[in-house]
């Protein structure tokens, strides 16, 4: 069945109303539900007559009074009283009668089959007419596809609040979850209107809308890198659904521009997809381990094996030393490595996807020799902070276990940043 209502199902909407049919045996008759019946009576009615609130005396029809006001009086004027401008014969005529339907105000609401309707002094009559009704329904169909209905006043308020925070580098949507009371409207048109052109923000100020590329198919290798064995994807899928591991890193670096050595390493928590990062002063094996012991220090091994049970990494140089990530200097087990499969970063989405976050602050290119700890523990904050919409647009803090992970953000500086200061944009971090 069409969700709109048919001509012919009008037709009998009218017929039935004028025979005093009530709204639940129309709903019957045509299949519909009473409500969807009553919301079209109401919204398409037509009404005929002199509009109540100019005059709604019952004796307005027959009436020939003239000459109530002292105006009247002194120019003889030739305009009778009920139909004058200037004055309200209601607070002027001793025989004025206000005139009230009570049938109106309850179901059906309009005059088709009122049994009074040939005697009826009411000024205003209320119709539901199936032709006319039929007219209203395509014109608001119509107009409903003529594209723009917010009024100047509606998007200039929307201008103002929108361009400053996208210049900041949020995202619509985060604006969107932010600001949910002041903007009723979709995603879809917020960028319709800035694709039209009707706010200062242009589609070059939107982070850039990612192409994802076809995925390569697996390249098998004969010979599997000895770091590799028994810490495959493979494995690493068997091992999650046998220990049933609530947390799961995943873990990546990111390069400063060649010529310079500091790297950052990125952990994310894939349940929350809240980042930590963290600064060093080279991309080699042993400064990521140093990253395992300084967590393992400050958390304390309990906590830590806890928080970063199982770890999934891609096959970059800086991480084939599993052992030393997997083992304390004392040889106790704090953590599991395991491999994506090569070419396949795929396998690790949420850490790449926040890899394009970090990029509006330090794209390409930006030289990581400048940076410190607390600039990058800022970054990671306003990251932190950015509404996710596949979480119903929590942050990943809002999704955060405080009672867990209370130590691990106090000794690592980690705060909520308000919606409205979040900044994605290389102006975070000035130097």
Same mark, same amino acid.
């Given at each position: 069945?069409?969700?709109h209502?048919?001509y012919?199902?009008?037709?009998?909407i009218e017929?039935?109303?004028?025979?005093?049919?009530?709204?639940a045996?129309?709903a @019957?008759q045509?299949e519909?539900?009473k409500?969807?019946?009553?919301r079209?009576?109401k919204?398409?009615v037509?009404v005929?007559g002199v509009?109540?609130?100019h005059?709604?005396?019952a004796?307005?029809?027959?009436?020939?009074?003239?000459y109530?006001?002292?105006?009247?009086?002194k120019?003889?004027?030739?305009?009778k009283?009920?139909n004058c401008?200037i004055?309200?014969c209601?607070t002027?005529?001793n025989?004025f @009668?206000?005139?009230?339907c009570d049938k109106?105000e309850k179901?059906p609401y309009?005059c088709?089959g009122?049994?009074?309707m040939?005697?009826?002094?009411?000024m205003?009559h209320?119709?539901?007419i199936?032709?006319k009704a039929?007219?209203f329904?395509?014109r608001?169909?119509?107009?409903?596809r003529?594209?723009?209905?917010?009024d100047?006043?509606?998007?200039?308020?929307?201008?103002?609040l929108l361009?400053?925070l996208?210049k900041?580098?949020?995202?619509?949507n985060?604006?969107?979850a932010a600001?949910?009371?002041e903007?009723a409207?979709?995603e879809?048109?917020?960028?319709?209107y800035?694709?039209?052109?009707l706010l200062?923000v /242009?589609?070059i100020?939107?982070p850039?809308?990612v192409a994802?590329?076809?995925?390569?198919?697996?390249?098998? !290798?004969?010979a599997?890198?000895?770091? /590799?064995?028994?810490r !495959?994807?493979e494995e690493?899928n068997k091992?999650?659904?046998q220990?049933?591991s /609530?947390?799961i890193v995943e873990?990546?670096?990111?390069?400063?521009? /060649?010529? !310079?050595?500091k790297t950052?390493l990125?952990?994310?928590?894939r349940e929350?997809?809240?980042?930590?990062?963290?600064?060093?002063?080279?991309?080699t094996?042993?400064?990521?381990?140093?990253?395992f012991?300084y967590l393992?220090d400050?958390?304390g091994?309990p906590?830590?094996?806890?928080?970063?049970?199982?770890i999934l990494?891609?096959?970059?140089?800086?991480?084939k030393n599993?052992?030393?990530?997997?083992?304390?200097?004392?040889?106790?087990r704090?953590?599991n490595i395991?491999?994506?499969?090569?070419?396949?970063s795929?396998?690790?989405?949420h850490?790449?996807?926040?890899?394009k976050?970090i990029r509006?602050?330090?794209?390409?290119?930006t030289?990581?020799?400048y940076l410190?700890?607390k600039d990058v523990?800022?970054?990671a904050?306003?990251?932190?902070s950015v509404?996710r919409?596949i979480?119903?647009?929590?942050?990943p803090?809002?999704?955060?276990?405080?009672?867990c992970?209370?130590?691990l953000?106090e000794?690592?500086d980690l705060?909520l940043?308000?919606?409205?200061?979040?900044?994605?944009?290389?102006?975070l971090?000035k130097k």
């Amino acid at each position: 069945m069409s969700q709109h209502l048919s001509y012919p199902e009008r037709c009998i909407i009218e017929r039935l109303l004028n025979s005093g049919k009530n709204y639940a045996e129309i709903a @019957r008759q045509i299949e519909r539900s009473k409500s969807t019946v009553m919301r079209e009576v109401k919204k398409n009615v037509v009404v005929f007559g002199v509009n109540p609130e100019h005059n709604n005396c019952a004796n307005f029809i027959g009436c020939q009074e003239r000459y109530l006001c002292d105006y009247g009086r002194k120019t003889s004027c030739f305009t009778k009283c009920k139909n004058c401008a200037i004055e309200d014969c209601s607070t002027l005529c001793n025989k004025f @009668r206000n005139y009230h339907c009570d049938k109106l105000e309850k179901p059906p609401y309009v005059c088709n089959g009122c049994i009074n309707m040939r005697r009826c002094r009411h000024m205003q009559h209320r119709y539901y007419i199936a032709n006319k009704a039929e007219f209203f329904a395509h014109r608001n169909w119509a107009d409903s596809r003529k594209g723009v209905h917010a009024d100047d006043k509606t998007l200039s308020e929307l201008n103002l609040l929108l361009t400053p925070l996208i210049k900041q580098g949020q995202s619509v949507n985060h604006i969107l979850a932010a600001h949910a009371d002041e903007i009723a409207l979709s995603e879809k048109t917020v960028y319709n209107y800035i694709d039209s052109g009707l706010l200062d923000v /242009r589609n070059i100020d939107l982070p850039k809308k990612v192409a994802y590329r076809r995925r390569r198919k697996k390249i098998k !290798s004969n010979a599997e890198c000895a770091c /590799r064995k028994g810490r !495959s994807y493979e494995e690493f899928n068997k091992y999650v659904s046998q220990e049933k591991s /609530r947390f799961i890193v995943e873990m990546d670096t990111v390069k400063s521009k /060649r010529g !310079s050595s500091k790297t950052l390493l990125t952990m994310i928590f894939r349940e929350t997809s809240f980042m930590l990062i963290f600064l060093m002063p080279d991309g080699t094996q042993d400064s990521v381990t140093e990253v395992f012991d300084y967590l393992t220090d400050v958390l304390g091994l309990p906590l830590f094996k806890k928080l970063f049970p199982v770890i999934l990494t891609d096959n970059g140089p800086e991480f084939k030393n599993p052992e030393a990530l997997e083992f304390t200097e004392h040889g106790t087990r704090r953590t599991n490595i395991f491999y994506c499969d090569p070419l396949a970063s795929w396998q690790k989405p949420h850490v790449e996807n926040n890899h394009k976050l970090i990029r509006r602050i330090l794209p390409k290119g930006t030289n990581f020799e400048y940076l410190t700890q607390k600039d990058v523990n800022l970054i990671a904050n306003h990251i932190n902070s950015v509404a996710r919409e596949i979480y119903e647009n929590e942050t990943p803090f809002d999704r955060l276990d405080k009672r867990c992970f209370r130590k691990l953000l106090e000794r690592l500086d980690l705060q909520l940043v308000p919606p409205d200061s979040v900044n994605l944009t290389p102006n975070l971090i000035k130097k």
